[in-house]
């Protein structure tokens, strides 16, 4: 947490918690939010860090579909309406 990889990635975090271009949170390949994240899982960064709280948080709000449980690759709408045929 105080050198490498970790601390790298962490400084080059936006303020929202994203990485890059926040809307494409999963899209922007390996620079994207989501990616980062899992190399800062791969790296064992520290979960209680307030920078990886801040990317979950991110992530969490942006990509969750709350009524399904489900994630998007795309920003998830905000009053997920889904019409399920049985």
Do not use: H
């Not at 947490?1 to 303020?15: C, E, F, I, Y």
């Not at 579909?65 to 994630?71: I, K, N, P, S, V």
């Amino acid at each position: 947490m105080k050198r490498g990889v970790v601390p790298a990635l962490l400084d080059l975090q936006n303020d929202d918690g994203s990485w890059g271009t926040p809307e494409r949170f999963y899209t922007d390949k390996y620079r994207g939010t989501v990616w980062n994240l899992i190399i800062l899982a791969e790296m064992r960064a520290d979960p209680g860090n307030p920078g990886v709280k801040k990317a979950c948080e991110f992530i969490l709000s942006n990509s969750q579909e709350t009524e399904l449980g489900g994630f998007r690759i795309l920003e998830a709408p905000r009053d997920c309406q889904v019409s399920r045929k049985v």
